[in-house]
């Protein structure tokens, strides 16, 4: 498989304020998503980035695949944006949506 | 709506009781996925269809699961003779697998929790 690591683990904000979140992985691929997992369960499509930069309001991402790792940005963070963010991804070469995911950064907004 | 949906998304069976979970995918979405996520970690990969044939089956998928999707659309998903560390939400991803275009994004349902007492 692929090994994903996510960084911070946990990561407590006050509202209003920035953060990125880090997502390592150790081969070259074919696909990386950035999910955000709601209190439901549900696990909500925030970016398909397997290389460069994506804007949506205030989420963004970067992805280097030739350095292997990919950023998660949030400005001016509200409470709605507490939850699980996973990163996930799947190797070269390996099935397409065969993801292997991160272990997550548990995000809690305060107001 | 037009996503991914799973049906029940809350089971509480007894050990030993058979139980299926249905994932009805995104309509022109030709490819599906069941991932199987515990508390505290990501989602693992169990199995996965093109159509109607299942090309991959994780490790994780013992003979006690079963999973079908007869006419590449709707897929269920049983596990038979349960037991405790079942105990987990199953997930249902969908994909649009062409050609042309596949990027392998995958668009997941809401879930189904499955409590084994």
């Known amino acids: 498989g692929i090994q994903v690591e996510q960084s911070p683990p946990d990561l407590i904000l006050q509202e209003g304020a920035n953060s990125t979140l880090r997502c390592n992985f150790s081969?070259?691929?074919?696909?990386l998503q950035w999910f955000h997992q709601n209190p439901w369960g549900q696990l909500i499509n925030l970016f398909y980035i397997p290389s460069g930069t994506k804007q949506n309001g205030r989420l963004s991402a970067t992805t280097v695949a030739t350095e292997r790792y990919s950023l998660l940005y949030i400005s001016s963070s509200q409470t709605t944006d507490s939850g699980v963010y996973f990163c996930?991804?799947?190797?070269?070469?390996?099935?397409?949506?065969?993801?292997?995911f991160g272990r997550g950064t548990q995000l809690t907004v305060w107001p | 709506d037009t996503g991914v949906s799973q049906d029940p998304r809350h089971k509480i069976t007894k050990r030993g009781q058979n139980v299926t979970f249905r994932c009805d995918p995104i309509s022109e979405h030709n490819r599906l996925y069941w991932y199987r996520q515990t508390l505290g970690q990501g989602p693992e990969f169990l199995t996965y269809f093109q159509n109607e044939a299942q090309l991959e089956k994780s490790r994780l998928l013992s003979d006690r699961f079963s999973a079908e999707r007869p006419k590449g659309s709707f897929s269920t998903l049983e596990i038979q003779r349960t037991e405790q560390g079942d105990s987990a939400m199953y997930l249902c991803a969908s994909s649009l697998g062409l050609r042309t275009a596949d990027t392998g994004e995958l668009f997941f349902g809401e879930g189904s929790r499955l409590t084994v007492l």
């Open positions: 996930a991804t799947s190797r070269r070469g390996s099935t397409l949506g065969r993801l292997y």
């Open positions: 081969d070259s691929v074919n696909n």
